[in-house]
């Protein structure tokens, strides 16, 4: 009996292993190929035909790319900010969908509407106007002018608005019955309930963090300060092309943290699915 | 016990109203205002030119290209995006072999800006050394010269960009896949339905909340797409790949219209707004909630 | 107790004396960015400045982007004491009346070497006799070709004119071996470029230079010559379009794939040194047999900012003057591949033997000194250079692309700027 239940199974998941090769070779290719060049040297990186592989492995783009800029600085930098962001955006999402989805107070549908409106405003129309708020406080070139005014999430708000709301309401009345406090509940019923979709958008809301360039290039006045994308702005540039290695294994350097940290939190994510499945 | 029960809600949402108003709304009535102006390039001084800078853009045929392009950029994008990364979540929750390392895989570029990652791809497409090409050459196929050719241009950069969203959505598709009861599967199967018939009708309707988030998202971010396209095209050749977005950048802070750049900010904020009420006019009709 | 004070005195000195800090911002990345780095060091610790100042070098992204960190920096009130502008932003950076204009700190300087600059790269940041920047990264475009190509079809020197032009690259296109004759950025330098090669003006009022340009000259003869050239070229096969890109042309060259490319001088040491072959340059070519017209400067300048402190203004031009000394511009030019800037280095160079040894790089120079001194070689002005390129450069892809023929192309980029310019003159009159 055991044996037949298994060869289907079997046979479904071999056929899985098999279809996703092909997207996950295609996935994995533009990164083979950016180490592939990074180690290559010089011209060898431009010539005709191409070829994959380099003819040996060559470290001088990585000491080019670290005696050119300060690397470990720029990701210190990037990780402290985008760090600080995605916590921040985390505990003001979390309060605020809790106060939307399960508390009862007028103007909710005004604040939700508003909180929506936000996430539709383009990014660029905001940047002028934040630096001149920012240097009207003198928090120019300041760790708190590139984290405060990005602290919070609409989006996050009305994500995690959706999930909470799936949580069922006998929970909720059970718990107050017992005597929880509405914050109590919160925290240790909501939450761990939604934790696949509060790491989804802490994913999200990191990458965004990470991401950005035009906010921290305008706002940031010494080398100190710069982030990681900054840092790549400076080897992409105005009218040399035979840098590319360099180009590649500055790339390869400054996203390997996030790649490391991706592959790492990426088994946390899978246990926490795994919980939320077992509840059911 | 009642006043702390009405004032909770606001307290929760302080900081949220305090940092929104300050940093996202207080610019974006700046914006409607200045959109009525024509600001100097590189000072504040400025004057009323009434509705001009709409007429401009109405006027504008490089405005409705962008607009054009915005719209295709985003069905090369989005559909191919949310097709493929629903595939692949689907054979991901069946549990294959490395099932560890492929999910790993798939979600690597997501940890690389749009910028490196489009500095990746700039160097595949390129025409002499790139990769590419250069495959395609040995099949036999003449390979175009991706970045510059009008007609291509925009699906290089749509393919640069699916291969970094791809990641994103099969995680929020993987979330939402977990949520489903196996029992229901397994009971389906034993009614005797395949497996196209129990996603079909199964799988798909329950995930549908997250089909409506995994869209919004794609849409969103297809929308505000802008690394890419500033490294791989600068919006060019020809125009045929800014998009409403590039283009607002590049009037704001190329050209230094700022007047007319809020006014893009203002149209592009209403289309999002018509965009999105579309949207959960949809998801109510169609999005079950469990 | 006496002991006590003399140290507190001599402590307090050394307080008063801390350098006042100098920030400058520049867009120089890779190894340029390092030499320029190494040379702020280098005048810090000069005996010039006697630490008196200390110049902090900032990355500021590109031209684009550092012209947007300085216009919402200036709107603060923020700004640096020393920016790196591109050349095109000249006019730009005048309107804003926020700049010191250099020649008034150099009237205040007898010390200040302005007669060793050479004529025609002053000329470019010179508006009405004052010159407001120092041309610092200064470039040419030149022809580079690949020699071992050329002998390989008995060509024996590089194409002298329009017409050499196309003849030597189709003998240099190969369609089996997927060589092309000639490949070169999409970009509107070589436009510009071309017209003044042949004596034409970019934009009325003699280039922006007798008054503000009100209409562009997209239409002239020269200039509907040079864009049809390139449309024959493309059309025929024998030039390589690679977009607007300033890498893809290069890689092109290098790969062998073009056997000759136009690109900027300030390339040409790393060129020659990474090519598997022998590389010669030339100046670009003429359109006829006629010499009429001349190259224009390109590359960027420093400009000083007001609204400091006296003493930074100062050290700003202590900063400004030492970066066009001798010494740095002779590591400058032979680090990069920019102009040497200033006509007695030039002359000690040849002395020295190094043209006889790197002969690519004095080519620029030959061909600047060759230009007529006339307003079509000076460089246009106009405030709305970046958006009149960009419509400039979107004609050349539509003719290129077969969608438009040139003259239709070029109408539209002149109605474009002519729209541009109309709205920037605007400004100046209703905000006065």
Wanted: include cysteine; glycine fraction near 6%; proline fraction near 5%.
């Amino acid at each position: 009996m055991a044996s037949r239940l298994k060869d289907p199974k079997l046979a479904k998941r071999v056929r899985a292993t098999l279809i996703l090769s092909i997207p996950a070779l295609l996935q994995a290719f533009p990164l083979i190929y950016l180490l592939c060049v990074s180690w290559k040297e010089g011209a060898e990186v431009i010539q005709y035909p191409p070829r994959l592989f380099p003819r040996e492995i060559n470290w001088v783009n990585y000491s080019e790319a670290l005696s050119s800029a300060p690397l470990v600085r720029f990701l210190l930098n990037s990780a402290l900010v985008a760090t600080s962001i995605t916590l921040s955006q985390l505990l003001t999402s979390i309060l605020a969908a809790y106060a939307l989805s399960r508390l009862e107070f007028k103007g909710q549908n005004v604040i939700m509407a508003i909180i929506v409106g936000t996430m539709m405003i383009p990014g660029e129309v905001t940047i002028i106007p934040n630096y001149f708020t920012l240097a009207s406080w003198n928090w120019l070139n300041t760790y708190p002018a590139l984290i405060v005014p990005f602290s919070v999430s609409g989006f996050g708000i009305f994500f995690l608005y959706q999930f909470f709301k799936t949580v069922p309401k006998e929970l909720e009345e059970a718990a107050f019955l017992e005597g929880c406090s509405r914050m109590r509940f919160l925290f240790q019923f909501i939450v761990p309930l939604s934790l696949p979709a509060i790491s989804a958008f802490a994913i999200y809301s990191f990458v965004g963090a990470w991401n950005q360039y035009l906010w921290p290039l305008i706002v940031t006045q010494t080398t100190d300060m710069q982030t990681a994308q900054i840092g790549i702005g400076m080897f992409r540039s105005q009218n040399e092309s035979m840098s590319w290695g360099v180009i590649m294994a500055a790339t390869a350097m400054l996203i390997s943290p996030t790649v490391f940290l991706f592959i790492l939190t990426q088994k946390q994510f899978v246990r926490g699915i795994t919980m939320s499945g077992i509840k059911g | 016990m009642n006043r702390r029960a009405s004032l909770l809600p606001w307290g929760l949402l302080f900081p949220t109203i305090a940092i929104l108003s300050i940093f996202v709304i207080y610019p974006a009535i700046q914006s409607l205002i200045l959109s009525f102006q024509d600001v100097e390039p590189l000072s504040k001084r400025s004057f009323f030119i009434g509705f001009e800078n709409y007429e401009v853009l109405l006027k504008s045929p490089d405005y409705w290209q962008s607009a054009r392009v915005t719209g295709s950029f985003l069905l090369l994008t989005v559909i191919p995006s949310l097709v493929i990364s629903l595939t692949i979540a689907v054979f991901l929750d069946a549990n294959p072999f490395f099932q560890n390392g492929f999910r790993t895989l798939f979600l690597l570029p997501v940890a690389i800006s749009s910028s490196m990652a489009a500095m990746l791809w700039i160097f595949i497409y390129n025409p002499t050394a790139g990769f590419l090409n250069y495959f395609l050459d040995v099949l036999g196929i003449h390979g175009p010269n991706w970045l510059a050719d009008p007609d291509t241009a925009l699906i290089a950069v749509a393919i640069s960009t699916v291969w970094k969203e791809l990641g994103f959505n099969i995680i929020f598709f993987l979330a939402g896949l977990s949520a489903i009861p196996n029992e229901l599967k397994e009971a389906a199967e034993l009614d005797g339905a395949n497996g196209w018939q129990i996603f079909r009708n199964v799988t798909l309707p329950l995930l549908s909340p997250t089909l409506f988030f995994v869209s919004l998202v794609s849409v969103i971010n297809s929308l505000q797409s802008f690394g890419q396209i500033h490294i791989l095209t600068t919006g060019g050749p020809m125009g045929e790949t800014t998009t409403l977005v590039y283009n607002l950048y590049r009037d704001a802070f190329v050209k230094f219209r700022t007047g007319l750049a809020s006014s893009e900010a203002v149209v592009l904020f209403t289309l999002i707004m018509i965009a999105t009420t579309i949207q959960f006019r949809l998801a109510k009709k169609r999005v079950h909630y469990g | 107790m006496p002991k006590l004070f003399f140290i507190l005195w001599i402590f307090s000195l050394g307080l008063r004396a801390a350098p006042i800090q100098i920030t400058f911002w520049h867009s120089m990345t890779g190894e340029k960015g390092k030499l320029l780095g190494e040379l702020t060091e280098e005048f810090n610790k000069s005996k010039e400045n006697l630490d008196r100042f200390k110049v902090v070098p900032q990355f500021v992204g590109t031209y684009e982007e550092g012209l947007n960190k300085l216009r919402t920096s200036l709107l603060a009130k923020q700004g640096p004491n020393v920016a790196q502008i591109t050349d095109i932003g000249t006019q730009l950076m005048i309107d804003t009346k926020a700049v010191v204009p250099l020649q008034d700190l150099i009237d205040q300087d007898p010390d200040f070497p302005i007669e060793k600059l050479l004529a025609t790269i002053k000329r470019y940041y010179q508006v009405d006799g004052k010159l407001f920047s120092l041309p610092f990264a200064t470039s040419n475009p030149i022809l580079y070709y690949n020699m071992d190509a050329f002998k390989r079809v008995g060509l024996l020197r590089p194409p002298r004119t329009f017409l050499e032009l196309k003849d030597f690259s189709r003998k240099l296109t190969d369609k089996n071996k997927k060589t092309t004759g000639i490949t070169w950025p999409l970009s509107s330098w070589f436009f510009e470029e071309f017209i003044a090669r042949q004596g034409a003006l970019l934009v009325d009022r003699e280039n922006g230079r007798l008054g503000r340009a009100t209409e562009a000259l997209y239409l002239t003869p020269e200039a509907i010559r040079f864009v049809t050239l390139w449309q024959d070229m493309a059309k025929e096969g024998t030039f390589a379009n690679v977009g607007r890109g300033w890498d893809p042309p290069e890689a092109n060259f290098l790969s062998g794939r073009s056997a000759m490319m136009f690109h900027s001088t300030s390339d040409v040491f790393e060129v020659v040194r990474k090519a598997h072959f022998k590389v010669g340059t030339a100046p670009i070519p003429l359109a006829d047999e006629k010499n009429v017209g001349g190259t224009v400067v390109g590359g960027n300048s420093l400009w000083i900012l007001k609204d400091k402190t006296p003493e930074e203004i100062k050290g700003s031009f202590l900063f400004v003057k030492y970066m066009a000394s001798s010494g740095v511009q002779k590591r400058w030019h032979m680090g990069t591949g920019y102009f040497p800037i200033r006509e007695d280095l030039i002359q000690e160079l040849e002395k020295e033997g190094f043209y006889e040894k790197f002969p690519a790089a004095k080519t620029a120079i030959l061909q600047l000194k060759a230009s007529a001194l006339s307003t079509a070689t000076q460089g246009a002005l106009m405030g709305v250079f970046a958006e009149a390129r960009d419509q400039i450069e979107s004609a050349i892809e539509r003719v290129l692309a077969g969608r438009m023929s040139v003259e239709e192309a070029l109408k539209k980029a002149k109605f474009q700027t002519d729209d541009s310019l109309r709205r920037y003159n605007r400004f100046l009159e209703k905000l006065k």
